[in-house]
């Protein structure tokens, strides 16, 4: 009776042990965090309207935005900037995917003689080595207005090992 249940335990250990160590056999998932800024001019035309393109290169894995923001630079002549509109591209799966970034309107963001900030929590999804591609909107209070804006995304890269369910 003794060796049958020292054979039974002996069985259940090497069944656990050889589960554990097969189990491990995948890759790990590493989650790396990153960051990225673009600056753009912008210029307003005649009814004080301008655009701005920016695209961002991500990194070599697959890449998750969680941030968004937006700095509208500062000018001495106090002339006003504003934030109208921002979408953001993406490809995923080899399908560039739009995305609307909700932008204040009561408030607007606005710059005049001081920076003004606008900042979004986001979750963009996007493949290895795509370009994160935002266009954005702005009205200004004046025709042909110059003004610098920055545009910075935060986010984490994700090795092979780690699964994305919905």
Known sequence: ????????????????????TTAQVGSP??????????????????????????????????SQIQQVSVNLLGSPDGTVVDLRNLTATMQLANVAVAHGVTVPDNPRATSGSLTASFSREVT???????????????????????????????????????????
């Open 124 to 166: 963009f999804f996007a493949d290895a080595g795509s370009t994160a591609r935002f266009d954005a909107t702005f009205g200004a209070s004046a025709a042909q207005v110059v003004r610098g804006v920055d545009l910075s995304i935060v986010g984490l890269t994700r090795t092979a090992g780690c699964s994305i369910t919905p």
């Open 29 to 62: 998932c590493v989650e790396k965090p990153f960051q990225a800024t673009q600056h753009a001019e912008i210029h307003s035309d005649n009814v004080g309207v301008g655009f701005a393109t920016f695209s961002i290169p991500l990194p070599g894995l697959p």
């Open 1 to 20: 009776m003794a060796l049958f249940r020292f054979v039974v335990v002996a069985i259940f250990l090497a069944c656990v042990v050889y589960s554990t």
